[in-house]
C-alpha cells in the first residue's frame, strides 16, 4: 500500500486523524485490522471519546495496543475526550473529568494519553475546577496535552483565565456544506442566511491563538441529513466534485478531503471510517493541492455565496 506524506508540513502536525467512533461493533481482531493498515498508511494518530460505544471503542483499542508487539506506544498518538455523560447531560466538574480520564486509561491500557479535549461546554462548568482538574492530570503524568471540541472564542478565553496549561485544539464539525465558520465571515454585512455567526468568528479565534482545527463529520450535510457525496441535494456540488476527482486522478472523498486541507488555517481532518480504503481515499488527499479557483468553485457549488 502506498503511503503519502499525511501531515501539514508547515505546521508538522498529522493532516489525517484515525476517528474511532465507530469500534464498538467491531471484533478485536478487525480493530487490530484497521490499526495496523492506518499505521501502513502513515497514519499514527487516533481519535477516541469515553463516550464512543459507551467505552467499548476505547476498550477495544486498549487490548489491541496491548496485544500487538509492533504497535510502539511512543510513536502513536492517542487522543481522547470527556464531559459527555451518556443519557444524563454535560459534565466538566473535577471530579469528572478525574474520574472520566482514569477509565480512559484503564480501557486503553496506557499509562497516559497525548491529548485530552473536553468535549462539549457544560453550561455549569466552574473554569477553576477544569484549572484543579487539569493540573492534577498534567502532575500526575497522565495527559501530555489538553484541547477542546465545540468550544466557542469567548468559552476558550474563559478557560484560559484559569487554566495554565495551552489549549491547542478545538475540534469543530465543518465540512463543504457545514462551513458557517467561512461563511459567517465572507457573508458578513449582507442579510443571507450564511451571514449569520453561529460560533463567534471561531476560525479566526483559532488562528490568532494557533489553536490546530480538527474537522469532525468531514463528508456530512447539514442537521444530520447524511453524506453529500453523492447525493442528488447537493448535485451541483458533486458534479463540480467529479470533475475535479477525474482531473487529479482520485475519487470524490478525496477531493472533499482536499477542499479542508487547503484552507491555510491547516486544519487536521478526523475520519470516521472504519474502511481502510476510504481512509486511503482521505490520506491521498495530501499529496495535492486545489487551487484557489477550484476551491471556490466546490465552496459556491455547495450553496455558499460571495458578496
Known amino acids: 500500500m502506498k503511503q503519502v506524506t499525511i501531515r501539514n508540513v508547515e505546521k508538522n502536525t498529522p493532516a489525517v486523524i484515525a476517528g474511532c467512533m465507530r469500534f464498538a461493533e467491531k471484533s478485536v481482531a478487525e480493530v487490530a485490522e484497521f490499526v495496523d493498515g492506518a499505521m501502513e498508511l502513515g497514519i499514527d494518530y487516533f481519535d477516541h471519546a469515553d463516550i464512543y460505544g459507551n467505552g467499548k471503542c476505547e476498550e477495544l483499542f486498549g487490548k489491541v495496543l496491548k496485544e500487538n508487539s509492533n504497535i510502539d506506544r511512543e510513536k502513536i498518538v492517542i487522543q481522547s475526550k470527556c464531559g459527555v455523560r451518556l443519557g444524563i447531560d454535560y459534565d466538566l466538574s473535577k471530579e469528572h473529568i478525574l474520574g472520566s480520564v482514569d477509565g480512559i486509561l484503564d480501557r486503553l491500557q496506557t499509562d497516559y494519553l497525548d491529548i485530552l479535549l473536553l468535549h462539549r461546554p457544560d453550561a455549569l462548568f466552574e473554569p477553576e475546577e477544569i484549572a484543579e482538574a487539569l493540573d492534577r492530570l498534567e502532575a500526575g503524568g497522565k495527559v501530555k496535552t489538553f484541547g477542546v471540541s465545540n468550544f466557542k472564542p469567548l468559552q476558550i478565553?474563559?478557560?484560559?483565565?484559569?487554566?495554565?496549561?495551552?489549549?491547542?485544539?478545538?475540534?469543530?464539525?465543518?465540512?463543504?456544506?457545514?462551513?458557517?465558520?467561512?461563511?459567517?465571515?465572507?457573508?458578513?454585512?449582507?442579510?443571507?442566511?450564511?451571514?449569520?455567526?453561529?460560533?463567534?468568528?471561531?476560525?479566526?479565534?483559532?488562528?490568532?491563538?494557533?489553536?490546530?482545527?480538527?474537522?469532525?463529520?468531514?463528508?456530512?450535510?447539514?442537521?444530520?441529513?447524511?453524506?453529500?457525496?453523492?447525493?442528488?441535494?447537493?448535485?451541483?456540488?458533486?458534479?463540480?466534485?467529479?470533475?475535479?476527482?477525474?482531473?487529479?486522478?482520485?475519487?470524490?472523498?478525496?477531493?472533499?478531503?482536499?477542499?479542508?486541507?487547503?484552507?491555510?488555517?491547516?486544519?487536521?481532518?478526523?475520519?470516521?471510517t472504519t474502511s481502510i480504503s476510504r481512509m486511503k481515499e482521505i490520506a491521498d488527499a495530501c499529496s495535492f493541492e486545489l487551487t484557489r479557483e477550484e476551491w471556490y468553485k466546490l465552496y459556491l457549488s455547495a450553496g455558499h455565496l460571495l458578496p
Open 157 to 272: 478565553e474563559l478557560l484560559k483565565k484559569y487554566v495554565k496549561q495551552d489549549l491547542v485544539i478545538n475540534q469543530l464539525q465543518f465540512s463543504l456544506p457545514v462551513s458557517n465558520m467561512i461563511a459567517g465571515s465572507m457573508e458578513m454585512n449582507m442579510e443571507s442566511p450564511g451571514s449569520v455567526d453561529h460560533d463567534g468568528g471561531v476560525l479566526d479565534y483559532c488562528r490568532l491563538n494557533e489553536m490546530t482545527i480538527q474537522a469532525w463529520s468531514p463528508f456530512q450535510m447539514p442537521a444530520w441529513q447524511g453524506v453529500f457525496l453523492g447525493n442528488d441535494r447537493y448535485a451541483e456540488l458533486n458534479k463540480e466534485i467529479d470533475i475535479l476527482a477525474e482531473k487529479y486522478g482520485v475519487t470524490p472523498t478525496t477531493i472533499a478531503s482536499a477542499w479542508i486541507l487547503r484552507h491555510p488555517a491547516k486544519m487536521q481532518i478526523v475520519s470516521g
